[in-house]
């Protein structure tokens, strides 16, 4: 069942734009259906080890997907991975919640806290990296199908001026998604 939901670029340069729409529309089909809108940024002041976060709004049906520095150090099957799995978390964010909501309030002792929520923190990370494998477009042997990618190592995204979109995605089924191996 198709659904629509409002993408937002933020913050890219013209020459990737349409690069990163391109690739958020390929997993448009994942998106659950109260997702009114999606917001994609491009966080140019972030550390070199981070890759790319997720802040889920469940009241006002919208995401924010932050692009960070470390993203453009990897290569093109890396970044679709990383993308899908932040996007998964879209999923996980829920029950993550609740369960720190439950630890923080029934767990009086400290240490016993630390260590469940650091558990909570594992499982929420394995289960979005699962959901994530299991929805990247892959060939028979299990490697992505990358969408060919102006994403290079020359940090483009740091050099040039950057610029925002907005588009409306009505989105087709996951069988209709273009790499999908027939
Ligand atoms: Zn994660």
């Known amino acids: 069942m198709s659904h629509i939901t409002k993408i937002h670029i933020w913050n890219f340069p013209k020459e990737?734009?349409?690069?990163?729409?391109?690739l958020v529309r390929r997993y448009a089909?994942?998106?659950?259906?109260?997702l009114?809108?999606?917001h994609v940024y491009n966080d140019q002041f972030s550390s070199e080890n981070a890759k790319a976060c997720i802040k889920i709004s469940h009241e006002y049906q919208?995401?924010?997907?932050?692009?960070?520095d470390g993203f453009w150090e990897q290569d093109p099957y890396e970044q679709e991975q990383?993308?899908?799995h932040e996007l998964s978390h879209i999923y996980t964010t829920e029950v993550h919640d609740f369960v720190g909501d439950i630890i923080s309030s029934c767990v009086k002792d400290d240490g016993l806290r630390t260590v469940l929520i650091e558990q909570r923190r594992k499982i929420n990370e394995r289960l979005a990296s699962?959901?994530?494998?299991?929805?990247t477009i892959r060939d028979k042997e299990g490697k992505i199908i990358p969408i060919e990618f102006l994403f290079h190592k020359n940090r483009i995204a740091q050099k040039n001026e950057c610029d925002s979109k907005i588009e409306l995605a009505d989105f087709p089924d996951r069988e209709q998604q273009e790499g999908i191996p027939s």
Do not use: G, S
């Open 16 to 22: 990737i734009q349409e690069e990163i729409a391109r």
């Open 29 to 34: 089909f994942y998106l659950p259906n109260w």
């Open 36 to 38: 009114h809108e999606l």
């Open 62 to 68: 919208q995401a924010l997907l932050v692009i960070k």
């Open 82 to 84: 990383y993308l899908v």
């Open 130 to 135: 699962t959901l994530a494998w299991a929805i």
